[in-house]
């Protein structure tokens, strides 16, 4: 009786070690998504110029701007009066994938504005939410000025990337004459932007090229719940309308994947949209 009550249970001993290193696995993958980014830009070619916060925004009630810059390229200033320039919209997250796609995109001879806002959005009041597309035209417009009065760009044309995962730009926005294409990267699929996204494919006059970004899985090896919504959402007929691409083998981070979607993004902006406008 004694030996029995010294006795190993080495069957739950192996099961608290496959535990341990099955969340020792997890903690190794999640580390190794949100770490080990570049801090800065290695091009050394790069000179960033930042919007003052000085300027009076009273009039605008739902946005502030947190930061915004200009990132140009001090070798491809040829690129400048005929290439639009890119903005990049976001707002808490994807702060370091935001850094590599400014520089792969600045390096290759694009203007990059980065524009990072805290946005006061309300679920529920749909006249906030119009609200906040008038103040965001708003702001794009003031801040493209500036730019232009400084000297630092001269064509206002424009392509939104939006990094935002709660904001999806309605069709006012999308009617803007200056903006020449919108690229959405894993937007959030809720119940408003479906709606959003419908309105857009109904309207009989779209002026603006769209394109949807989404990894495959979420983390790890959990799916992508907005690219299933998407995709249950739109058939093939309206799919026909935007262009959905899909990184299947990347996570949301797109950690180790920042090259192919650096890649993707290129492609649509000189074979799709640039192109388009000179053939116009």
């Not at 679920?123 to 794009?140: A, Y």
Request: hydrophobic share 40%.
């Amino acid at each position: 009786m004694v030996s029995d009550a010294f006795q190993v249970d080495w069957i739950f001993v192996d099961t608290v070690i496959i535990i341990l290193l099955f969340l020792l696995l997890i903690g190794v993958k999640i580390f190794k998504t949100t770490h080990r980014w570049r801090t800065g830009f290695s091009n050394k070619a790069l000179d960033c110029y930042t919007f003052p916060k000085s300027f009076n925004l009273e009039n605008v009630q739902y946005i502030s701007i947190k930061n915004c810059n200009l990132t140009r390229n001090l070798s491809q200033h040829r690129q400048y009066d005929t290439e639009p320039l890119i903005l990049i919209l976001r707002t808490k997250f994807k702060k370091q994938l935001t850094k590599v796609i400014t520089e792969g995109l600045s390096s290759y001879g694009f203007n990059v504005i980065n524009l990072k806002l805290k946005i006061k959005l309300s679920q529920s009041s749909i006249t906030s939410r119009k609200i906040i597309n008038n103040e965001l035209k708003f702001l794009i417009s003031l801040i493209l000025d500036y730019f232009k009065h400084e000297d630092l760009i001269v064509n206002s044309k424009h392509v939104l990337l939006n990094l935002s995962k709660p904001f999806f730009p309605k069709l006012e926005i999308q009617k803007d004459p200056e903006m020449i294409g919108l690229v959405l990267i894993n937007p959030r699929m809720n119940k408003y932007n479906i709606g959003s996204l419908k309105e857009i494919l109904i309207a009989k006059s779209q002026t603006t090229q769209f394109f949807y970004i989404f990894s495959k899985r979420s983390f790890f090896i959990f799916k992508n719940s907005n690219l299933k919504h998407f995709c249950m959402e739109f058939d093939k007929n309206n799919k026909s309308k935007v262009e959905l691409i899909t990184l299947n083998k990347s996570t949301k981070s797109f950690k180790y994947y920042e090259t192919i979607l650096l890649g993707i993004i290129i492609n649509i902006l000189e074979n799709k949209l640039i192109k388009a406008i000179n053939n116009t």
